[in-house]
């Protein structure tokens, strides 16, 4: 996923056109090498550009923010291509609290999503774009779980029980993932691996296999976050490192390739054809917001 991202100073501003700013960038340079990438809007997209031996390039929209509260703008990043929407950021939008809220000494906008964020959540599963929960308060999370029809995801968490960040998820919204169907991508980023700015694979590692534990094997992935943060772990610089990573779970007894093939992309594929699945099924209940 190529993340088209605005950033929060650009809320009630012009973070709808920096946004689209950032998806003709991203279909301009995947356009640019066509031997090596391809743009992907289907799950099934990704299995046949995988095959073809091309990276499949998808895009997300990071921030909920840049829809500027409109459904009709939602759709329309749709018919750009964007396939996943994060609900917030790190700033509350006018319908989602972002999970600032959730440190200490901080207090609810809203209390999770308002009315119109569980429109939000409802028009994303009819159209068939995943919702991503990464950057979410814990209620938003839980009424973002309440809400969708569809297996939602985190593009870029990790869990809450081994480093206590905002950013990462608790073991009760991972038991929530679970029945949803859903997907928690491990971010590497150590300030939220180790709650520090230093982190070993070995770190990124527990982290996988708590959400396995407490989730199934189904509902974890890779999530990494290279192209957004100063810091990575040791052992886990860059995208070369990814065998290493995969390597050392299979020494473990609890890990098969058929579960490391589901870690490094099967999961999210499963997840993605579940929603698009759902808006077959919903594709006809328009909303005229």
């Not at 501003?13 to 998806?23: G, M």
């Not at 550009?49 to 840049?66: D, N, P, Q």
């Not at 906008?109 to 599963?125: A, C, D, P, R, Y």
């Not at 999370?141 to 206590?164: E, Q, R, T, W």
Request: proline share 4%; with cysteine.
């Amino acid at each position: 996923f190529w993340s088209a991202y605005a950033p929060c100073s650009s809320q009630h501003l012009d973070a709808v056109q920096l946004t689209l700013e950032q998806i003709d960038l991203i279909r301009r340079l995947v356009n640019l090498y066509p031997h090596h990438m391809t743009l992907v809007t289907t799950a099934s997209g990704i299995e046949k550009t995988h095959k073809s031996g091309r990276i499949a390039s998808l895009i997300g929209v990071e921030g909920g923010h840049a829809i500027g509260t409109s459904l009709s703008v939602l759709r329309m990043f749709y018919q750009l291509g964007a396939r996943y929407l994060t609900l917030t950021h790190t700033c509350n939008t006018p319908w989602a609290d972002c999970c600032k809220v959730d440190e200490p000494g901080k207090y609810p906008h809203i209390g999770g999503l308002s009315k119109f964020g569980k429109l939000v959540v409802q028009e994303m599963n009819r159209l068939g774009m995943i919702v991503d929960l990464s950057h979410v308060s814990v209620p938003t999370m839980l009424d973002a779980l309440g809400s969708s029809k569809a297996p939602v995801i985190f593009s870029h968490s990790s869990a809450h029980a081994i480093c206590n960040s905002s950013r990462n998820v608790p073991d009760h919204v991972l038991q929530r993932i679970a029945i949803n169907g859903g997907l928690v991508m491990v971010a590497f980023y150590p300030h939220f691996v180790s709650c520090s700015g230093q982190a070993t694979l070995h770190d990124v590692v527990a982290h996988i296999n708590h959400i396995r534990e407490v989730a199934g094997v189904d509902h974890v992935g890779i999530g990494a976050g290279y192209d957004g943060v100063n810091l990575v772990p040791k052992g886990l610089e860059d995208v070369s490192k990814y065998p290493y990573l995969l390597a050392s779970l299979l020494e473990s007894d609890k890990w098969s390739e058929e579960d490391i093939a589901k870690l490094a992309g099967k999961n999210l594929i499963r997840v993605f054809k579940e929603v698009e699945a759902v808006s077959v099924e919903n594709f006809f209940s328009l909303h005229f917001i």
